[in-house]
């Protein structure tokens, strides 16, 4: 019954929105992800991040 209701018209409504939702489960789910790795890693990832940014603006002032 689900099948016959996507095909029609308001069916590709429905499958965009599906995959909207699913996109916006998926990116919070890896958001938190990686917000939680980030803190059980002591945040070595975004102090490795500020130092190359940092090195990065130095390479650019000169």
Same mark, same amino acid.
């Given at each position: /019954?689900? @099948? #016959?209701?996507? @095909? &029609? #018209? #308001?069916? *590709?409504?429905?499958?965009? !929105?599906?995959?909207? *939702? /699913?996109?916006? *489960? =998926?990116? !919070? =789910?890896?958001?938190? &992800?990686?917000?939680?790795?980030?803190? $059980?890693?002591? &945040?070595? *990832? $975004?102090?490795?991040?500020? @130092?190359?940014? $940092?090195?990065? #603006?130095?390479?650019?002032?000169?």
């Amino acid at each position: /019954m689900l @099948k #016959e209701f996507i @095909k &029609g #018209e #308001e069916g *590709v409504a429905l499958q965009t !929105v599906l995959i909207l *939702v /699913m996109a916006a *489960v =998926v990116a !919070v =789910v890896l958001f938190l &992800g990686f917000k939680n790795a980030g803190k $059980s890693i002591g &945040g070595s *990832v $975004s102090n490795s991040a500020d @130092k190359a940014g $940092s090195s990065l #603006e130095n390479a650019v002032s000169q």
